[in-house]
């Protein structure tokens, strides 16, 4: 099953200072979802933000909220996120020891459930919940940072996601490092959804922003053809 290219800006990398301008503009410069990466300092060694920043940004768009918690335990915080106004939320695998019942505890709150996967965590952990599962992130970078390089080894994973799900229709996002160099090779081998931080958002302004989601989308359009 194909999925449509869905590009994803990364607020990590936004000005925080003026946060809800930041998302309208990257939205009306032709972002599809708006993801949101929420770190602990705990399960990964940065702090970002939380719900109530989710939740002061809600009222600025209707685009998807693509929520990503990098946090442990995660279980106590999904209501919280579910109720700022995330569409999907995605959990670790490695976050804590029953990935089954998070998975339970989104799709009750009636939000999309995703799942992510650090580098070094094999696709096999995910072989007994793909029927519970509408999204699969494959991390690009080893998870706590915007700027880092894309780590190659994850395209052969991308591909043997996209061989395991068959004809479910689940999307395959990957995050870390996604520029107009890397995102061809990322859509080739089975990806839809591209996590863009510092792509976009180093861009600086929104007629930049415009210029970048076109090329990204373009590339990824055209290594799948
Ligand atoms: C990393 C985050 C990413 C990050 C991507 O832990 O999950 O979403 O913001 O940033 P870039 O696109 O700069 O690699
Ligand atoms: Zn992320």
Redesign the pocket.
């Known amino acids: 099953m194909t999925l449509p290219i869905r590009i994803a800006p990364?607020v990590?990398?936004a000005d925080f200072s003026r946060l809800g301008e930041e998302v309208r503009d990257v939205v009306e410069a032709g972002a599809d979802w708006v993801?949101l990466?929420i770190?602990d300092g705990h399960f990964?060694p940065n702090i970002s933000f939380g719900p109530d920043v989710i939740k002061a940004l809600r009222p600025h768009t209707k685009a998807i909220f693509d929520c990503?918690l990098?946090i442990a335990p995660v279980d106590p915080y999904l209501e919280a996120f579910a109720k700022a106004g995330c569409d999907s939320i995605t959990v670790h695998a490695e976050a804590g020891p029953h990935l089954h019942r998070s998975l339970q505890t989104i799709r009750a709150l009636g939000k999309k459930v995703g799942v992510t996967l650090n580098p070094a965590t094999p696709l096999s952990v995910l072989e007994n919940v793909l029927d519970d599962i509408d999204l699969i992130l494959i991390?690009s970078?080893?998870?706590?940072?915007?700027?880092?390089k894309f780590i190659p080894a994850m395209l052969d994973k991308i591909a043997a996601t996209k061989a395991m799900i068959g004809h479910r229709p689940i999307e395959i996002e990957v995050?870390?490092?996604?520029t107009a160099d890397t995102i061809g090779a990322a859509a080739k081998v089975g990806a839809n959804v591209f996590?863009?931080?510092?792509?976009i958002f180093?861009m600086g302004d929104r007629t930049a922003y415009r210029t970048e989601i076109a090329t990204l989308r373009r590339n990824a359009e055209t290594a799948r053809t």
Not at 141 to 148: C, I
Not at 175 to 178: L, R, S
């Open positions: 990364s990590l990398a993801h990466d770190m990964v990503h990098m991390m970078v080893n998870p706590g940072f915007g700027g880092q995050d870390g490092g996604i996590v863009a931080g510092s792509a180093g």
